[in-house]
């Protein structure tokens, strides 16, 4: 049986520096690389192991339309609300408040740039 874990998340960005920066600004990512892609620059950013790669809107994958896209990633936390309030202290918006859907799991949603939503959970 095959297995498989997480590679990269690559985000195709209308405005890679501006997500660059709200990336390193609310969650403290770093800039690993950033070198010439397809559509201009390309950031390699990690995030506490999680590796993000942001990019302009055209895909390396075929040629055609701008694609910018990426419907949510959820990134998990020891502690939610302290993670909630050092975000809230940045100026993060979020699309859902912390709250607590079920016994063990603690959730909240954020609005990032290029209308991608970041869960952040906590399991007990």
């Given at each position: 049986?095959?297995?498989?874990?997480?590679?990269?998340?690559?985000?195709?960005?209308?405005?890679?520096?501006?997500?660059?920066?709200?990336?390193?600004?609310?969650?403290?990512?770093?800039?690993?690389?950033?070198?010439?892609?397809?559509?201009?620059?390309?950031?390699?950013?990690?995030?506490?192991?999680?590796?993000?790669?942001?990019?302009?809107?055209?895909?390396?994958?075929?040629?055609?339309?701008?694609?910018?896209?990426?419907?949510?990633?959820g990134l998990t936390t020891p502690n939610l609300a302290q993670v909630a309030s050092e975000l809230k202290a940045k100026g993060m918006q979020f699309?859902?408040?912390?709250?607590?859907?079920?016994?063990?799991?603690?959730?909240?949603?954020?609005?990032?740039?290029?209308?991608?939503?970041?869960?952040?959970?906590?399991?007990?």
């Open positions: 049986m095959a297995s498989y874990s997480l590679g990269h998340i690559h985000l195709m960005s209308e405005n890679p520096s501006q997500a660059v920066q709200f990336y390193q600004t609310m969650f403290n990512a770093r800039l690993v690389e950033e070198r010439q892609g397809p559509s201009g620059r390309d950031y390699y950013l990690g995030i506490d192991g999680v590796r993000l790669i942001i990019s302009g809107g055209l895909s390396h994958i075929g040629a055609g339309e701008p694609i910018y896209s990426l419907d949510h990633f699309k859902v408040e912390p709250y607590t859907p079920r016994p063990g799991l603690h959730y909240a949603c954020l609005k990032a740039p290029d209308a991608v939503r970041i869960e952040l959970l906590q399991y007990d």
